[in-house]
């Protein structure tokens, strides 16, 4: 079997485990079986399942990003642009870790709220390039305080949801709420401080 085959088998093989079963109840011996490698060959690519998990996290969001990116419309009012991209990002990202990890998990491992946060600080720096690349915040010192002023605080927010939601019902109305209530303050907040 070919190096990138293997690790692409691996990869596939995990990804599908974690969907079906979640990150918790999948093993790496699983995830051999599936991939159709020996379980020496997982850990030659990835040194643990955690960091098999991570590097399958990432993928996932750097393509739905750039997919989400890509499909915007175009709007006038600048705003509603950076509150959309914001608020579409953070459902994103939520969605995802509840669709390979589960929060119900999270919540109770205090490893995988580790790694969670880890995540999140990596998937701020993805989320700076994304964003200044392709929106109005491009080439401005100012624009780019504000981003980051923008990233930080909606992520503290959606974190702060997802660990004391008690279920999916609750995420639904706490994101609501903070698309109504917080992010349009939020928006003005980063916009005043550019002024």
């Known amino acids: 079997m070919e190096v990138d085959k293997a690790k692409q088998g691996i990869i596939q093989a995990s990804s599908e485990l974690f969907r079906k079963f979640g990150y918790h109840k999948t093993s790496v ?11 020496a060959t997982i850990y030659k690519y990835f040194e643990s399942k955690e960091v098999l998990l991570y590097h399958i996290y990432m993928k996932h969001i750097e393509e739905e990003l750039q997919s989400m990116i890509r499909s915007a419309p175009e709007r006038d009012d600048r705003e509603a642009y950076i509150s959309d991209l914001i608020f579409n990002t953070c459902r994103m990202a939520y969605s995802i870790s509840n669709e390979l990890i589960g929060w119900e998990f999270i919540r109770i491992s205090t490893e995988l709220q580790g790694f969670v946060r880890l995540v999140s600080d990596d998937m ?3 989320l700076m390039r994304s964003y200044q690349d392709t929106t109005p915040f491009k080439d401005s010192v100012a624009d780019i305080r504000s981003l980051r002023f923008l990233i930080n605080s909606s992520k503290s927010i959606i974190l702060s949801y997802a660990y004391t939601s008690a279920n999916d019902l609750d995420i639904k ?21 550019q002024q």
């Open 124 to 126: 701020e720096k993805l």
């Open 173 to 193: 109305k706490n994101f609501l709420k903070f698309k109504k209530d917080m992010l349009p303050f939020l928006i003005q907040a980063a916009t005043r401080e």
């Open 29 to 39: 011996n699983e995830i051999a079986r599936k991939a159709k490698v020996a379980k």
